[in-house]
């Protein structure tokens, strides 16, 4: 069982930064793939960035490229999401996602169907 808890979220101006935080529970943590997904109001969950095990490989939208950064302390058992010169189109619920039955980054990474364990969310909210 893995049990994931993001935190950092809050409310930043255009052009600011956040770092958000995931915290995992699991004692082969370091053998997952993490994502990081967000869903503004109205729409669907959408992909952010993913992580394979030992960092070997990270990938993200084009949406955010450039701007958010996805690294993990596997030793704290941490995924964070470091989030530089944010946009209003960037608020929504970022949720951590644990792909527990993959180290790699599989082909679906971009579908939330690909994970098996969720946090509940931290809202990020970016004003003009």
């Known amino acids: 069982q893995v049990q994931l808890v993001e935190s950092g979220g809050g409310l930043v101006q255009a052009g600011g930064s956040l770092r958000l935080s995931c915290a995992a529970s699991g004692r082969t943590f370091s053998t997952y793939a993490m994502g990081w997904f967000r869903q503004a109001a109205g729409k669907e969950r959408e992909f952010v960035a993913v992580?394979?095990?030992?960092?070997?490989?990270?990938y993200y939208s084009d949406s955010v490229k450039g701007r958010f950064t996805i690294s993990r302390d596997d030793a704290k058992k941490l995924v964070y999401l470091q989030m530089n010169s944010l946009k209003p189109e960037d608020t929504a619920v970022y949720y951590c996602a644990a792909d527990s039955d993959n180290p790699g980054i599989t082909p679906s990474f971009r579908s939330p169907d690909e994970y098996d364990y969720w946090g509940q969310g931290t809202q990020v909210t970016v004003s003009s």
């Open positions: 992580i394979s095990w030992s960092s070997i490989a990270t």
